[in-house]
């Protein structure tokens, strides 16, 4: 069985980053999502091992130490992570294993996972960043501005990402990435068959 492919989506917060993955997913199979290990509270209607796996800070850092993360990372004083064993379960399975995380936990997972695919969610304009910021209702001005100005960091920071997706439509954006998603399996089929074909 072919290994499974790590997908990395990361984008600010208001690109639409989590309505792209979440379309991704109900229409594939074959793509699974992994869901991050944090040290923070859940909020509203988040639930434990669906959202998120939510743990004590103290436990986390001891997974730390442990080795347990193929990448961790902390954001606004807590901390996020995704586990080593279930994702190499879930490739060696050949699942595809798309991960929702920042440029930051991308640049280390690829490190460790030097054939993830690295995706950047761009918004259409930093105005339209700002108003949907603006248009959720739930951010001070002071939390929407800092979470402007951790944007534009992000975004400076992810120049190595190997693909972009400005999400000004969602349904085009979807569109755009299962097809890159088909493209990489189709390109890792290829040379697999051409392996096969070498050492035959």
Same mark, same amino acid.
């Given at each position: 069985? #072919?290994?499974?492919?790590?997908?990395?989506?990361?984008?600010?917060?208001?690109?639409?980053?989590?309505?792209?993955?979440?379309?991704?997913?109900? #229409?594939?199979?074959?793509? @699974?999502?992994?869901?991050?290990?944090?040290?923070?509270?859940?909020?509203?209607?988040?639930?434990?091992?669906? !959202?998120?796996?939510?743990?004590?800070?103290?436990?986390?850092?001891?997974?730390?130490? &442990?080795?347990?993360?193929?990448?961790?990372?902390?954001?606004?004083?807590?901390?996020?992570?995704?586990?080593?064993?279930? %994702?190499?379960?879930?490739?060696?399975?050949?699942? !595809?294993?798309?991960?929702? @995380?920042?440029?930051?936990?991308?640049?280390? *997972?690829?490190?460790?996972?030097?054939? #993830?695919? *690295?995706?950047? @969610?761009?918004?259409?304009?930093?105005?339209?960043?700002?108003?949907?910021?603006?248009?959720?209702?739930?951010? =001070? !001005?002071?939390?929407?501005?800092?979470?402007? &100005?951790?944007?534009?960091?992000?975004?400076? =920071?992810?120049?190595?990402?190997?693909?972009?997706? %400005?999400?000004? !439509?969602? +349904? =085009? +954006? %979807?569109?755009? &990435?299962?097809?890159?998603?088909?493209?990489?399996?189709?390109?890792?089929?290829?040379?697999?068959?051409?392996?096969?074909?070498?050492? #035959?």
């Amino acid at each position: 069985m #072919a290994r499974g492919h790590a997908i990395v989506f990361s984008g600010a917060s208001g690109t639409g980053k989590t309505s792209l993955t979440r379309r991704l997913l109900a #229409a594939d199979r074959d793509l @699974i999502l992994s869901i991050s290990t944090t040290s923070r509270d859940p909020r509203g209607q988040e639930r434990d091992g669906v !959202d998120y796996h939510f743990i004590e800070r103290g436990e986390f850092l001891d997974r730390v130490r &442990a080795g347990r993360f193929f990448e961790w990372a902390e954001v606004h004083g807590n901390l996020y992570g995704s586990d080593r064993h279930w %994702v190499e379960e879930q490739l060696a399975s050949g699942k !595809d294993v798309l991960f929702d @995380i920042d440029v930051q936990g991308g640049h280390k *997972l690829k490190d460790r996972l030097p054939d #993830a695919r *690295l995706v950047l @969610i761009l918004p259409p304009s930093w105005e339209e960043l700002e108003r949907r910021l603006r248009g959720r209702g739930t951010d =001070s !001005d002071e939390v929407i501005e800092r979470r402007m &100005a951790a944007a534009k960091q992000e975004m400076k =920071s992810a120049s190595d990402y190997e693909e972009i997706i %400005v999400n000004e !439509d969602l +349904a =085009s +954006a %979807v569109a755009q &990435a299962e097809s890159l998603i088909r493209l990489l399996r189709r390109t890792t089929d290829g040379r697999s068959h051409l392996q096969a074909l070498v050492s #035959a």
